[in-house]
């Protein structure tokens, strides 16, 4: 029986072994889910926290120089924006003019970049660089995984994009990953990368692009509509070959990679593997409800983000369309929303003149500071509708930080109760508003009334529901969804489907895109129901799919306590689940052949001296194909 259920769960989980090379060079491949005592993702020193600065593109698209750039640069060094943790300027699209068709270089349109044409001397961003540096910022530049960037495709009005031949104009890093990166980085001394993939999904044979411009056809490898029409692993492994690079290049780990393919190709799994960031969605518009939407993509993964890899939910586009100067209660909420989920914190506009309204909200040092955390725990979802959401940060010294956010157009009460921050109903909680620095006092619960789109935002302290120790859906930053259980990726339909974002209602809708469904969840099922086991409801735990395997960094803590069993939401009520605890690579414990219905079992485990803790949840039995749903309630490193 039990060899049997080991082929299962490796033949169940057989795509996931081709996509974790860290399991295969293990030479695991047979049993994905075996305890390997190591954190699986690579070490970076970089983007410990989200990344913070500014980015060219919402504020000037293809039409960025280098006044433009500098301008910002200086205003977030002479505002004490830089201070507050702004510091890399990232050029986007729109810096390239060709390439050289003699030796492969990238030559700079030194028409927007003066300080790149160096006589005599082939084109150099390093005199840029070198500005930016010695006003104590980092230097961010973008480029595409294909041969042809994004605004090859869809900015064809302007005049700053790549010129020449067709072999010249492919600025991307198709064919030449080595020589760019050691080009961006070793010559010309930047330190992030933003890498986008228009080259490999818009320049198919028989578009119409293609045809009129003479790109080189690219049979796509990401359909967005379609995770059955996209090749994940081809697309995972060209990230993976310039996260490579980018090693080879920066030996002492000083660069930031930002996955930029929109939320395809399953990246919401595997993007913590690959890079620093990984977009989560397709592009911000400044409209409120886009903005719903690129949050939404982000803020149900909290497992999947940590210290060196964010989910990235877009650039901030505060200052623009609803978010402008004249919608400050839109802007203050995008800005707290994206702190919240720590999200990267990218400004957008044009900082030579920039309103001091504006200034106000990206200068919040409180709220700025929620993102910058160290503990790097991203916000949890402590109560959903698709009216009004709370959402709870732990902080690294055990207070909270909560938002309240009414995501719709009426005023509305909301009721925060201690619970939903994990504190003690019965002791005051004192709150501190990090807009207008109010505090309050309050035991069991309290209201507030939220104008129309408003977030308040509050750090809150008092005392602990579970007084010795912490839950693990409180610490996100340190766990990590080794293997998650999905076996078909599937389309996450909890986000908020806005109209097209350039405004057309023709054909037949906006439908889910943007695969993860099914992911692990803190506090809440893979499919977003209520933690729930033979009728007994949860609020805290980790919902996974079987098949999964977590791992839990521990410093200190000495037991490891759940109860454990089917989630009451699975659609597979046939199959027996083993949930088994690993300490540094060996079994500590285990629970056999459970199945839907069977009340929870407590599993503690002591983990005195433990690092590593993993969590692994196996099918024993197989006689249904549905995903077999599995809670580690009141999951908690404890003393
Ligand atoms: C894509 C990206 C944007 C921006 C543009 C540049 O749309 O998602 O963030 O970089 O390309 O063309």
Redesign the pocket.
């Known amino acids: 029986m039990m060899v049997r259920s080991l082929m299962a769960s490796a033949a169940l989980c057989g795509l996931l072994v081709l996509s974790n090379p860290a399991v295969a060079q293990s030479g695991l491949e047979l049993d994905p889910l075996a305890a390997t005592g190591r954190w699986s993702i690579p070490e970076r020193s970089q983007a410990r926290t989200p990344p913070m600065g500014w980015n060219s ?1 919402n504020a000037f698209r293809t039409e960025v120089d280098e006044a433009k750039v500098l301008g910002a640069a200086r205003a977030m060094v002479d505002s004490g924006l830089s201070r507050l943790g702004y510091t890399y300027v990232n050029v ?2 729109g810096w390239w003019l060709k390439r050289r068709q003699a030796d492969g270089r990238l030559e700079i349109r030194t028409g927007l970049f003066p300080s790149a044409a160096i006589e005599g001397q082939d084109s150099s961003f390093r005199p840029y660089t070198d500005a930016l540096h010695a006003m104590g910022l980092k230097a961010g530049i ?1 480029t595409d995984i294909g041969r042809n ?3 090859q495709a ?2 064809l009005h302007s005049p700053n994009l790549p010129e020449g031949t067709t072999a010249e104009r492919e600025v991307g890093l198709h064919g030449h990953v080595d020589q760019d990166i050691g080009l961006y980085f070793g010559e010309w001394g930047f330190d992030y990368i ?1 890498v ?1 993939a ?1 080259g490999i999904n818009v320049y198919g044979p028989d578009t119409e692009v293609v045809r009129k411009y003479a790109y080189t056809p690219v049979t796509p490898l990401i359909d967005q509509a379609a995770i059955n029409r996209t090749d994940v692993s081809a697309v995972r492994a060209l990230y993976a070959e310039v996260a490579q690079a980018l090693t080879t290049h920066n030996p002492d780990g000083d660069y930031i990679l930002a996955i ?1 393919n ?1 939320g395809s190709a399953d990246v919401r799994s595997w993007g913590k593997d690959v890079g620093h960031l990984w ?1 989560t969605s397709g ?1 911000i518009t400044p409209t409120w409800t886009r903005m719903l939407h690129n949050f939404d993509s982000a803020s149900t993964r909290a497992l999947y983000a940590k210290p060196g890899a964010w989910n990235d939910p ?2 901030l586009f505060i200052g623009h369309g609803d978010f402008d100067q004249n919608h400050l209660t839109e802007a203050r909420s995008h800005f707290t929303l994206w702190a919240m989920i720590n999200a990267p914190l990218l400004i957008s506009y044009d900082l030579r003149d920039a309103p001091q309204s504006l200034m106000d909200i990206w200068g919040n040092a409180d709220i700025v500071r929620l993102n910058q955390d160290p503990g790097g725990h991203q916000g949890v979802i402590a109560y959903a509708s698709d009216d009004v959401q709370i959402i709870v940060k732990t902080l690294s010294n055990g207070d909270k930080a909560v938002a309240l956010f009414n995501r719709g157009l009426a005023t509305t009460d909301v009721t925060l109760t201690a619970a939903q921050m994990k504190f003690a109903a019965d002791a005051p909680v004192q709150l501190r508003n990090l807009w207008d620095q109010t505090g309050s006092t309050f035991t069991g619960e309290t209201t507030f009334t939220l104008e129309p789109r408003q977030t308040l935002v509050f750090e809150a302290s008092g005392a602990r529901q579970l007084k010795d120790g912490v839950y693990l859906s409180e610490i996100p930053g340190q766990v990590n969804v080794a293997v998650d259980g999905v076996v078909a990726p599937e389309a996450d339909p909890v986000v908020h489907r806005m109209r097209n974002a350039w405004g057309e209602t023709r054909g037949s809708g906006e439908r889910p895109t943007y695969t993860g469904w099914g992911g692990a969840q803190a506090d809440a099922t893979p499919y977003d129901q209520a933690l729930r086991i033979a009728g007994q409801g949860f609020d805290t735990g980790i919902g996974v799919l079987a098949n999964s395997r977590l791992e839990v960094r521990n410093a200190g803590h000495t037991r490891f306590e759940a109860r454990v069993g089917v989630d009451d939401s699975t659609r597979n009520i046939k199959d027996k689940v083993r949930f088994q605890v690993y300490g540094d690579g060996e079994l500590l414990a285990e629970i056999t052949t459970m199945g839907f219905g069977e009340a929870s079992r407590l599993l503690t485990v002591d983990i005195t001296d433990v690092r590593l803790v993993e969590l692994v949840a196996r099918s024993e039995t197989m006689n249904s194909d549905l995903p077999l749903v599995v809670t580690w309630a009141d999951a908690a490193l404890r003393r």
Request: glycine share 0%.
């Open positions: 593109w986007d699209d973008y960037a994004c605004s869809y900015d933003k986008d228009c930029c929109w977009r592009d877009d650039i």
